[in-house]
């Protein structure tokens, strides 16, 4: 028997681990199971290339409890250990026996889907044992070892009987204050976290699986049972295997095997993959949004060769697809010593920029692909493109290939077709093609309904970051501006070359404007004049474009220097100069009834423009009704 002290370069290293190491000590089953895959690959490996002249078979991982003996047991039939091995990959905390491996085997293990990189795996044991046993035998001629220690620097390390079949085996002594890695619902809860895709299958305990009976069966027979092993991971995720040997029903499958406790169908799905210049693999989900931005983001999980590392993959997935979900997988990703934390560096930045490429160009197939169904599910993905555009200016190049435009009338434009069909009617007198849109198409009914009447189109752009994404066009386009078609008088939002008539004089203009200021006294109203066709509506309501851009801006984050959030609502009242209201109004001599008349326009152009609410409302509904009895 050999007796030593573990070569660490501080007094007692276990204490540390147990404090500092792990975020959080659940992590222990999830490192203890990775070597556990690590040395069953290993062994996978050898036996291909035939250094290992053994029968690889089908090995798997066994999780074991017992309650009565307070141990929790990690057992494999992979690689194993000599007890030279033991003593440089478990004492020596310096090497790691996965980093040296790949070292050695570089030119062939490529694929072989080793984890490595983390040496210290091994001593997360530490933060839940009061004792850790090791019992291995190696691949190789030789016996079984047997290692133990109780977290202090001391260790014993001898050869065995016990242990006759290849592999190794991690007894847990559990701690007084670690008993909740003694119940089954808790480790079921982290093999599930943790471990459900590792590539090799990972038993805990047993299931009664019920025989098929016999086609010849009478009506009356019973089925027999039998016990066979809980395998409670899927080794061959949908993200490992090749997308032409996948079907839809796959992917489904796989999404609802990801989020159990979604019902509803994602959209269409994204499969990544690439070997240069990283690795990475995945499946984003496009599940439906619609106008949502406060859903869950931290939705897409991410892994490193299928052993789950955290599901926040804030800088390796751009912002405006942390909508979506999924699963990433790349060894490329680099982690602190826990995996626990994403270290930012250019290969992060990378996988990013690789992410949204592949976006933008399913995006672009999709729609080329079918376009009628493309547009049919545009209300259930926009808010994800329209995000990407003012947030990725690398997708924002891409995104007129399949950023759809829809008009208040249900048909879609692509950028260019939307600009072909509108300019010749929308271009002003300065030679800017305006492009008017509405934001609620029942609010908005009777200016989309002005504007239509004029021959013009009005797109319903409805987001919430829809004014963000107006902002960036305009400064990306040429001559281009956007103009809510409630922002003003149609004649003013697109100006043209076109002599305006008036019925009255100045004075008369003048007397009028005076009369309806005195009869409003309301400060978020500034009343102006219009010479306007005699049919078009007495007075409306409009909302200036810039003041009602910014505080929408502001309101979902953004609108620069100007803290709009504080600003109050501010409206122009178009008086229409020309309609005979206008001139009822200058002929009525009552003040009080001038007034009376002025206040019940203007009741019905906030009505217009759901403004009239509350007391307001009421007050005009009795008017209403007292109108109705004279």
């Known amino acids: 028997m050999t007796k030593g002290n573990i070569n660490v370069s501080v007094e007692n290293i276990f204490p540390l681990i147990k404090k500092f190491l792990y975020s959080d000590h659940e992590i222990f089953l999830r490192e203890l199971i990775s070597n556990a895959t690590d040395a069953t690959l290993k062994l996978k490996h050898l036996t291909s290339i035939g250094e290992a002249k053994i029968e690889y078979g089908n090995p798997k991982i066994e999780v074991k409890i017992d309650k009565e003996q307070k141990t929790l047991r990690i057992i494999d039939q992979g690689i194993g250990m000599t007890a030279e091995e033991v003593e440089k990959y478990i004492n020596q905390v310096a090497f790691s026996g996965a980093e040296e491996f790949l ?48 977290g202090s620097p001391e260790f014993t390390l001898e ?99 990801l989020y159990p406790m979604q019902f509803e169908e994602p959209l269409f799905n994204i499969h990544l993959n690439v070997d240069y210049p990283f690795n990475l693999t995945g499946v984003l989900f496009f599940p439906k949004l619609s106008n949502n931005l406060n859903i869950d983001k931290d939705k897409i999980q991410l892994y490193q060769n299928q052993v789950f590392v955290t599901d926040e993959v804030k800088g390796i997935v751009p912002d405006f697809l942390m909508l979506l979900r999924g699963v990433i997988d790349s060894p490329d990703i680099p982690l602190n010593v826990s995996r626990s934390y ?96 509405a934001t609620n198409a029942d609010e908005q009914h009777s200016y989309i309904q002005a504007a239509n009447n004029k021959g013009y189109d009005v797109l319903l752009l409805d987001s919430p970051v829809i004014s963000h994404v107006i902002q960036k066009l305009e400064t990306s386009k040429e001559k281009i501006s956007f103009a809510r078609v409630d922002a003003d008088h149609i004649n003013n939002l697109i100006k043209k070359d076109e002599p305006a008539i008036s019925k ?110 509350g007391k307001n409302l009421t007050d005009f509904i009795q008017r209403s009704y007292k109108q109705l009895e004279k």
């Open 159 to 257: 050869e065995t009987t016990d242990k006759t079949d290849r592999g190794t085996e991690i007894i847990l002594h559990i701690a007084e204050d670690s008993t909740e890695f003694l119940e089954e619902t808790k480790i079921r809860e982290l093999l599930s976290k943790y471990n459900k895709f590792m590539p090799v299958p990972i038993k805990f305990g047993t299931r009664t699986h019920t025989l098929p009976l016999p086609e010849d069966a009478p009506e009356d027979a019973v089925a027999e049972t039998e016990e066979v092993d809980n395998i409670i991971n899927n080794p061959t995720p949908a993200w490992t295997i090749a997308p032409n040997e996948l079907t839809n029903e796959d992917y489904m499958k796989f999404y609802h095997e």
């Open 342 to 437: 994403l270290q930012a560096d250019g290969a992060v930045k990378k996988i990013s920029s690789y992410i949204t490429k592949k976006v933008a160009d399913k995006m672009s197939s999709l729609i080329n692909e079918n376009r009628e169904d493309y547009e049919q599910k545009w209300n259930d993905i926009k808010i994800v493109i329209e995000y990407g555009i003012i947030t990725e200016d690398k997708f924002a190049e891409k995104a007129d290939k399949f950023t759809l435009y829809p008009t208040t009338d249900g048909k879609y434009f692509l950028w260019n077709e939307l600009i072909e069909k509108i300019q010749p009617a929308h271009t002003d007198k300065n030679g800017n093609t305006v492009i008017l849109y």
């Open 504 to 613: 009255l004089n100045e004075t008369e203009k003048e007397s009028l404007k005076k009369d309806v200021e005195e009869a409003v006294k309301d400060a978020k109203f500034t009343v102006q004049l219009e010479d306007l066709d005699s049919n078009d509506a007495p007075f409306t309501i409009t909302q200036p474009e810039f003041m009602r851009r910014m505080k929408e801006m502001q309101a979902t984050g953004g609108g620069g220097m100007f803290g709009m959030g504080g600003f109050p609502e501010m409206y122009n009242l178009v008086v229409n100069s020309n309609s005979e209201l206008s001139n009822q109004i200058l002929k009525t001599e009552n003040s009080e009834e001038k007034e009376t008349l002025i206040k019940y326009a203007l009741d019905l152009a906030k009505l217009s423009q759901n403004l009239l609410k």
């Open 103 to 150: 070292e050695k085997y570089k030119d062939t293990a490529k694929d072989a889907g080793i984890i490595g990189h983390f040496g210290l795996g091994f001593y997360s044991a530490f933060m839940v044992a009061e004792k850790v046993e090791i019992l291995t035998k190696s691949y190789k001629e030789g016996s079984a070892v047997r290692w133990i220690c109780d």
